[in-house]
């Protein structure tokens, strides 16, 4: 079963940036994606980002666009979320996830495509 560490995350204020990583152990990693979501208090589980782990292929939701980076490093295992420009509704845990069959582009904004995940880590982003 695959384990995901997740480190980073914090208190910023708007305008600062923050940089999550997620890395991946346990049994031989095998991912078809990893993404990013994150839950902000009274409200779903929302898409942030995710990337085809064989060719890097990047995915964002409307709010994070040109904002947001997500990439990994296959030789270690770990997806980053690079955030810049942060802003108070970025305010949320953030749970990074993966899944291991092959699905379609809608796929991976659907949290319940993904087959392990993260315990979370909290960004606070204050006006």
């Known amino acids: 079963q695959e384990q995901l560490v997740q480190s980073g995350g914090g208190s910023v204020q708007a305008g600062d940036s923050l940089r999550l990583s997620c890395a991946a152990s346990g049994r031989p990693f095998h991912t078809y994606s990893m993404g990013w979501f994150r839950q902000a208090p009274g409200k779903e589980r929302e898409f942030v980002a995710a990337i085809i782990w064989k060719d890097g292929i990047a995915h964002y939701s409307d709010s994070v666009q040109g904002r947001f980076t997500i990439s990994r490093d296959m030789t270690k295992n770990t997806v980053f979320l690079q955030m810049n420009g942060l802003l108070p509704e970025d305010t949320g845990v953030y749970y990074c996830?993966?899944?291991?069959?092959?699905?379609?582009?809608?796929?991976?904004?659907?949290?319940?495509?993904?087959?392990?995940w993260g315990i979370g880590t909290l960004v606070t982003v204050s006006s």
């Open positions: 996830g993966g899944f291991r069959t092959p699905a379609p582009d809608f796929g991976l904004r659907m949290s319940s495509a993904y087959d392990f």
